[in-house]
C-alpha cells in the first residue's frame, strides 16, 4: 500500500467473511458483456497471503463478467518500479497497476497512465469523487487531475500504554494535545536503573521519513521540496522546515534519551517490538500491529491523534497506494470497470480484512464498531496533508538517502550544526534532481 518500510495492515481479528456481512453492495456499472474469452492482468508488490483479498476481489469481478478472467501479477518491490515502466514504454504493461505514493510522479511523468479525472466528472462506471476522503483522494492527483483511485490507505497516530501513564499521573492524551505536552509526557515515564534507560517514553521514528521528519516539517507548516518536484531550496532550507529538522533531531540530542536512537532501532532492536515488549510508553505509527496488540491481555493501549504543532492545526501524514489504468490497455473498458470495482463498496467490505478503505461509509462504521481505537485513525482523515513525495519523480533515490543520512549524522554528532548539514543536503539533492529532470 506504499508504506515505508514495507508494512502493510494486517486486521486478523475481521475475517473477509465478517466484513461482508451485513453490508449492502452496490455498484452502479452495467457490466460490459465480452464476446470473447479476455484476459485483464493486475499489478502488485503483495505477495502470500497479502493476496488474499485480491482473490476475493477478482471471483466477485468475475462473476458480473463472465467471459472475463483477472491475472495477478505479483512482482517484488525492489523491481517493482523500473519493471512497470519499462513493460508501459513498450506497450506490454498490464492493465492495471498498483502504485505506491512515493511513485505517483514518475508513472504519470511516463505519460502512459489513463486520466480518470473525466470519469469522476461523468460519475461513469459509479465512480464519484464525493464518495471518498477528500485528502486520500488527492493524494492521487498530479497537476490537478485525478490518476489513481486509492486501494487502501493508513495515517499516523500515537499508540500509548495506558499503564504507564497512569503509573506516571499524567492524563491520557487526548485530540488537542501539542508538542508540548507530548515531549513532556515522554520525558516523565523514561526511566533510568543504574544509569541506563530500562523505559523509554517515545519511540520516535528515526530515519523512517514519513512518520518522523516529513511529519514534523508539516506541523512546522513547511516543506520538503518545490511543487514541481525540481529543487529543495528555498523549501528544504527555509525557516519553517529548519525549526522543525532542528526541534526533530532535538528530541534525540536534548531530552535525556527519551527514545532509542535511530542506530539503536535499525540494530540492537530492529526486530523487537518495543510497545508490545512493555519498554516504550508511546510510538507514532500506523495501525499495522493493532490487532496483535489486541491479543495481549497483558497490555493496555490507547489510540490519540498527533499532537498539534507550531501552526496550531491538527495534522497527520498518510501511507497510501492506489490503481492506475494502463491508457494503451487492449481492453480498456474493462480495465476500467475494474477499476471502478476496486473504488465499490463491495469492494472496500473485502479489503477492510487487511486494510484501511478510503471510501467513507458502512464498512468504515463496521470497522469502528469492531476495533473503537480504528476511529482515531479514521477521523483525522480530514488533516491528511499533501505529500512532498508525489511532487517529484524519483524520491526514494534524489532525496530520501540524503535525509536518511542528515538525521543519522546529526544524532551521532549533538553538537553538530544543523543549517550547515542542511545546506550541504540541498545542494546534494538538487544534484540529483537536476540529473533525474535532464
Known sequence: MGISRGKRILMQGMSAAVAMGGVAFSWSAAPTFAATPVTLTVSTWDSGA????????????????????????????????PKLLTEMANGSAPDLMLVGDTNVNAFVNSGLLENLTPLFRQHKYGLNAAAYYPNVLNIGKVGGQQYFVPKDWA?????????????????????????????????????????????????????????????????????????????????????????????????????????????????????????LTHRVAMEPTGPWNISTYRSDPHLNFGVAPMPVGPTHKPMTTAFWAGWGVYKNSPHLQLANELLAFFASQKWASIDSAWAMPALKGPTVAQMEKKDPVM????????????????RTRNWNKDVSPVLTNLIQQAVLQPKSNIPALVHAAVQQIDASLAQSYQ
Do not use: C
Open 375 to 390: 476511529k482515531t485513525f479514521f477521523a483525522q482523515a480530514p488533516y491528511v496533508q499533501p505529500l512532498d513525495v508525489t
Open 155 to 275: 495515517d499516523e497516530s500515537v499508540i500509548y500504554n495506558k499503564a504507564m501513564f497512569q503509573a506516571a499521573k499524567l492524563p491520557l492524551p487526548k485530540p488537542g494535545w501539542t508538542m508540548a505536552q507530548f515531549v513532556h509526557d515522554a520525558v516523565a515515564m523514561t526511566k533510568f536503573k543504574n544509569g541506563r534507560v530500562v523505559q523509554w517514553g517515545v519511540q520516535l521514528p528515526g530515519t523512517w521519513l514519513r512518520a518522523g521528519l516529513e511529519y514534523f516539517v508539516d506541523a512546522y507548516g513547511g516543506h520538503i521540496i518545490s511543487p514541481n518536484g525540481r529543487t529543495v531550496n528555498g523549501y528544504l532550507n527555509s525557516p519553517a522546515t529548519l525549526r522543525a529538522i532542528e526541534f526533530y533531531v532535538g528530541l534525540y540530542t536534548h531530552h535525556n534519551q527519551i527514545s532509542p536512537t535511530p542506530q539503536a532501532m535499525s540494530g540492537t532492536f530492529a526486530k523487537v517490538d518495543l510497545l
Open 50 to 81: 497479502g493476496l488474499a483479498a485480491y482473490r476475493l476481489g477478482i471471483q466477485a469481478f468475475e462473476r458480473m463478467h463472465p467471459n472475463v478472467r483477472v491475472q495477478i501479477q505479483s512482482v517484488p518491490s525492489t523491481y517493482y518500479l
